[in-house]
T-cell receptor, first 114, second 116 residues
Framework: DTGVSQDPRHKITKRGQNVTFRCDPI?????LYWYRQTLGQGPEFLTY????????KSRLLSDRFSAERPKGSFSTLEIQRTEQGDSAMYLC????????????FGNGTRLTVT | AQKVTQAQTEISVVEKEDVTLDCVYE???????LFWYKQPPSGELVFLIR??????QNEISGRYSWNFQKSTSSFNFTITASQVVDSAVYFC?????????????FGPGTRLSVLP
């Protein structure tokens, strides 16, 4: 069990640029979640995959955000035309399909939009 | 809708004191799951404990214990004999099944500072 891996750890970009983050879940986990966390707040749900199917997206998720999980393995989260309000920590988590299974989080990608 | 409230924003204790972190949740489902996570200064969220809605038995695991009361929708977490390494932000989370699978909702967190 190598844990959930996220890349990059930090990303600084200028407003209007596109950014893409990658998440590699724990290999036997078929569920993958993306969350966003801002300073002093709890993680906020963005989207969720079961295998390769994206089953749910937060209503708060702008259409500038898109996520994929091809072949049900790693996932990418892309933000187009970044805005300063997108600055946050983006967290990826994975879990087994069992309803009692906890989320296992990666270290996150910290995005700073200047 | 799901909601998790952690009324304590920050708590400071002196090492070896016991500390209880409060969590109140809202859900319309009869089947749900509750979790506590720890986020140390390094940033990674670490799973600590869990409880399902059908099991109100309170447990102790090492220095951790939890008190789940469905009647008051509370899931409180206690650290006994706190240590400096317990300093972190603690999040309570609620999970329930929905039409799409399962979602987790987190509370705003309680920052615990354990002073030597």
């Amino acid at each position: 069990d190598t844990g959930v891996s996220q890349d990059p750890r930090h990303k600084i970009t200028k407003r209007g640029q596109n950014v893409t983050f990658r998440c590699d879940p724990i290999s036997e986990h078929n569920r993958l979640y993306w969350y966003r966390q801002t300073l002093g707040q709890g993680p906020e749900f963005l989207t969720y995959f079961q295998n390769e199917a994206q089953l749910e997206k937060s209503r708060l998720l702008s259409d500038r955000f898109s996520a994929e999980r091809p072949k049900g393995s790693f996932s990418t989260l892309e933000i187009q035309r970044t805005e300063q309000g997108d600055s946050a920590m983006y967290l990826c988590a994975s879990s087994l399909r069992d309803m009692y299974s906890p989320l296992h989080f990666g270290n996150g990608t910290r995005l700073t939009v200047t | 809708a799901q909601k998790v409230t952690q009324a304590q924003t920050e708590i400071s204790v002196v090492e070896k004191e016991d500390v209880t972190l409060d969590c109140v949740y809202e859900t319309r489902d009869t089947t749900y799951y509750l979790f506590w996570y720890k986020q140390p200064p390094s940033g990674e969220l670490v799973f600590l404990i869990r409880r399902n809605s059908f099991d109100e038995q309170n447990e102790i695991s090492g220095r951790y214990s939890w008190n789940f009361q469905k009647s008051t929708s509370s899931f409180n977490f206690t650290i006994t004999a706190s240590q400096v390494v317990d300093s972190a932000v603690y999040f309570c989370a609620l999970s329930e099944a929905n039409n799409y699978g399962q979602n987790f909702v987190f509370g705003p967190g309680t920052r615990l500072s354990v002073l030597p």
